[in-house]
């Protein structure tokens, strides 16, 4: 016979399909780098819970980010510009997309774990305020030194959406930004600071080149030299320098110098690209993000959250309940309510509470 007959004489076609599942994607772990992280050997979440039969622990992550709200949140979140009028300018959201592509391309490429890398960059900024880090400026009166997005990212996934993530992927959102130490216990969440740095600094760039703020030429020739122009050729490059930087470790590392040895595994970039990174660095922090156009009206934005927080704490039980963790103190339910919010969703509440409509007086100053 050649088709499919009933019982005994129909043929042995092989299987379409391989089931793969969660021992079988632990097992394959084993052909990363000594240096990647494996899930079978997770610290674990704060509270133990069956393993998942299809699922290692940083795909299920990974999948509860995805389908929680302070995810979905950074669709109207600000990542440079206030209010742009335009499609094409980066979202928080597209920012975390970005991140998450050039997170996964490192981790790959160095033979890290992917998916761990993936579950950080794509957790990594849920904790944002409204109207970027300008809302860190705006809290920094509230909080006892300082607010700062990436203890509420941890805050948001452990108490106020209770996600259960494994311990590894809430180091990674803890440590993302360079400036928190101490620096985070994985690779693959090291993958994730240089993505995230690559990331802004590129789009931005290019998003500063959209709003007239630059010309393509204005930025330092040494930038240009070595990454090329902003857009894809600047990201390819860089994700270039940190593999081969990685590869090639500098044999004078600080941390281990006069020990003899290799220096320990760590994710780098090049020395001569990163301090051409340093320098388009501090040329945005001088030309875009200080800009007049960039900062949007940033005192307006300081204003807006401030006015936020004190009519909160002045009126606590305005505060949705679906939204508050009733153990707090209320100035930390308020932080919490606040910080939580889309740019667009603290302007209508304030437009809403007050008679001056600052929506108004943010509109961009784009062309």
């Known amino acids: 016979m050649t088709g499919g007959g009933t019982g005994s004489d129909r043929p ?30 997770s610290r674990g979440r704060a509270r133990p819970e069956p393993e998942d039969e299809l699922r290692t622990c940083w795909e299920l992550d990974r999948d509860r980010i995805l389908h929680a709200k302070a995810f979905r949140r950074l669709k109207h979140k600000t990542q440079v510009f206030l209010h742009p009028d335009g499609d094409h300018f980066v979202t928080r959201l597209t920012h975390t997309l970005q991140v998450t592509q050039v997170a996964r391309s490192l981790a790959r490429a160095l033979g890290l774990h992917e998916t761990l890398a993936e579950s950080i960059a794509l957790a990594h900024d849920v904790g944002h305020s409204p109207f970027g ?13 300082g607010w700062h997005h990436a203890a509420q990212g941890v805050r948001i996934v452990e108490v106020l959406e209770d996600l259960n993530l494994t311990w590894e992927v809430r180091d ?4 993302h930004s360079w400036k928190i130490d101490p620096p985070p216990a994985t690779r693959e969440a090291e993958c994730v600071r240089f993505a995230d740095r690559i990331g802004y600094l590129s789009h931005d760039a290019l998003d500063a080149v959209r709003a ?74 001088e030309r875009v993000y200080g800009s007049e156009v960039a900062a949007g009206q940033k005192h307006v934005a300081i204003d807006v959250i401030r006015r936020l927080v004190d009519h909160h704490l002045a009126h606590p039980g305005l505060i949705p309940a679906s939204y508050r963790d009733t153990e707090a103190d209320v100035l930390t339910q308020v932080v919490d309510y606040v910080t939580g919010m889309t740019d667009r969703f603290a302007l209508a509440t304030h437009d809403r509470l007050f008679d001056d409509t600052a929506t108004v007086r943010m509109r961009p100053l784009l062309a």
């Open 12 to 41: 042995a076609y092989p299987p379409a399909f391989s089931r793969i599942d969660r021992q079988a994607r632990e097992d394959a772990e084993a052909q990363l780098a000594p240096a990647a992280a494996r899930s079978a050997q």
């Open 133 to 145: 880090h300008i809302g860190e400026d705006a809290l920094e009166p509230y909080v006892e030194g």
């Open 172 to 175: 990674g959102v803890r440590a």
């Open 212 to 285: 007239g703020v630059l010309r393509a030429g204005d930025l330092p020739a040494r930038t240009l030299a070595t990454f090329g122009p902003p857009g894809g050729a600047m990201v390819g490059a860089m994700i270039e320098a940190v593999v081969d930087g990685s590869f090639h470790p500098a044999l004078d590392d600080a941390r281990h110098a006069g020990r003899g040895g290799p220096p320990a595994p760590a994710v780098r970039m090049a020395p001569d690209a990163l301090e051409a990174m340093h320098e388009l660095r501090a040329f945005m922090f």
